[in-house]
């Protein structure tokens, strides 16, 4: 979506398009512009048709060099002609995910800073920040060592303006190369609630909610609903659910609406006076993650994101392919 990567020796051939087109504008200055303007109508295209679609851009992770001081490697506003600056001041992207492939370890690109440096100007700018991580090269090399990739993570993880990161690719994962899964289902163990867009201003009305023993009917207008346990005095996530039911236990819940907007609710809070915390040794999915609750439960999550009844009998986890169901053998 920008221009390509410089190669020695070949050049991009748009002089007789800019003769005829870039006005008085310098050959960098009408490239920049024709990609802005080609985010701007994306961005319009997504808001006309999904309003409620996050629409952002994973540019290099240098945007110059010298931004910020120490940093070296590719300009991508003068090479790429890639300004995302400026489409996180004129609001044409809600979210930014700059690919910080390097090693915290490497002099020129050093991770700390360049993520530091991007924070400030998505906030600046009202904009979502995530870090794309390159994932694929663990285990590569003695650089991109399993404590190299949780490295990373955890800098993500502590630092409040970072809202999550995208990992590339799935590979890894799906390997469980290095075991890096384990690591995933125990910093990644509870339910993440999509972050609103930044824009949005419609607050989904709560969620009527009737309680029958430990089975609660939902309905509401939203997306899904975010689902709460009092856990001495704090309200923690426990589970997204996309149906109308869920089994809870005994405790006190608080239930609310998440909008498809990513704005939530004020919480209808209940009281469960039956059933028990779910027990037993974590199962495991047929494609490689960990239960939420570590064990069998009242309630698994779907292949598909939906929430369903579990059973008493702990013991493999599977996926019914037909339904996309996660239960308990």
Same mark, same amino acid.
């Given at each position: 979506?920008?221009?390509?990567?410089?190669?020695?020796?070949?050049?991009?051939?748009?002089?007789?398009?800019?003769?005829?087109?870039?006005?008085?504008?310098?050959?960098?200055? @009408?490239?920049?512009?024709?990609?802005?303007?080609?985010?701007?109508?994306?961005?319009?295209?997504?808001?006309?048709?999904?309003?409620?679609?996050?629409?952002?851009?994973?540019?290099?992770?240098?945007?110059?060099?010298?931004?910020?001081?120490?940093?070296?490697?590719?300009?991508? @506003?003068?090479?790429?002609?890639?300004?995302?600056?400026?489409?996180?001041?004129?609001?044409?992207?809600?979210?930014?995910? $700059?690919?910080?492939?390097?090693?915290?370890?490497?002099?020129?690109?050093?991770?700390?800073? #360049?993520?530091?440096?991007? /924070?400030?100007?998505?906030?600046?700018?009202?904009?979502?920040?995530?870090?794309?991580?390159?994932?694929?090269?663990?285990?590569?090399?003695?650089? @991109?060592?399993?404590?190299?990739?949780?490295?990373?993570?955890?800098?993500?993880?502590?630092?409040?303006?970072?809202?999550?990161?995208?990992?590339?690719?799935?590979?890894?994962?799906?390997?469980?190369?290095?075991?890096?899964?384990?690591?995933?289902?125990?910093?990644?163990?509870?339910?993440?609630?999509?972050?609103?867009?930044?824009?949005?201003?419609?607050? $989904?009305?709560?969620?009527?909610?009737?309680?029958?023993?430990?089975?609660?009917? #939902?309905?509401?207008?939203?997306?899904?609903?975010?689902?709460?346990?009092?856990?001495?005095?704090? @309200?923690?996530?426990?589970?997204?659910?996309?149906?109308?039911?869920?089994?809870?236990?005994?405790?006190?819940?608080?239930?609310?609406?998440?909008?498809?907007?990513?704005?939530?609710?004020?919480?209808?809070?209940? /009281?469960?006076?039956?059933?028990? $915390?779910?027990?037993?040794?974590?199962?495991?999915?047929?494609?490689?993650?960990?239960?939420?609750?570590?064990?069998?439960?009242?309630?698994?999550?779907?292949?598909?994101?939906?929430?369903?009844?579990?059973?008493?009998?702990?013991?493999?986890?599977?996926?019914?392919?037909?339904?996309?169901?996660?239960?308990?053998?």
């Amino acid at each position: 979506y920008f221009y390509p990567y410089p190669q020695a020796g070949i050049d991009f051939p748009d002089d007789a398009t800019y003769a005829a087109h870039g006005g008085g504008l310098s050959l960098g200055d @009408w490239r920049r512009q024709n990609v802005n303007q080609m985010v701007a109508a994306v961005m319009t295209l997504v808001r006309d048709i999904r309003p409620e679609v996050r629409f952002g851009i994973a540019p290099f992770g240098i945007y110059r060099p010298g931004m910020p001081e120490g940093i070296t490697g590719l300009d991508q @506003w003068a090479q790429l002609f890639a300004d995302p600056l400026a489409w996180m001041e004129t609001g044409d992207v809600d979210y930014i995910a $700059p690919q910080l492939y390097w090693p915290t370890t490497q002099a020129g690109q050093e991770y700390g800073l #360049l993520l530091d440096w991007w /924070a400030v100007e998505a906030l600046a700018n009202g904009r979502d920040f995530y870090i794309g991580n390159y994932l694929s090269k663990l285990g590569t090399t003695s650089a @991109w060592s399993r404590a190299e990739i949780e490295e990373q993570l955890r800098l993500a993880r502590e630092d409040p303006r970072v809202l999550g990161t995208i990992q590339y690719q799935i590979e890894p994962l799906v390997e469980d190369r290095d075991s890096i899964t384990s690591y995933f289902a125990v910093h990644n163990a509870t339910p993440a609630s999509t972050p609103p867009i930044p824009d949005a201003d419609e607050v $989904p009305d709560p969620p009527v909610v009737t309680v029958a023993g430990a089975q609660v009917t #939902l309905s509401g207008a939203g997306r899904y609903y975010a689902v709460y346990l009092d856990e001495e005095g704090s @309200w923690v996530i426990s589970r997204l659910v996309h149906g109308d039911q869920a089994t809870l236990y005994r405790g006190r819940w608080a239930i609310s609406v998440v909008g498809r907007n990513g704005l939530e609710s004020l919480g209808v809070v209940v /009281a469960i006076e039956e059933g028990e $915390p779910p027990t037993g040794d974590p199962c495991t999915h047929s494609y490689g993650g960990v239960y939420v609750n570590g064990g069998c439960s009242a309630s698994y999550q779907c292949c598909d994101g939906v929430w369903e009844a579990g059973t008493d009998v702990c013991g493999a986890c599977v996926c019914v392919e037909a339904t996309g169901t996660i239960g308990c053998e």
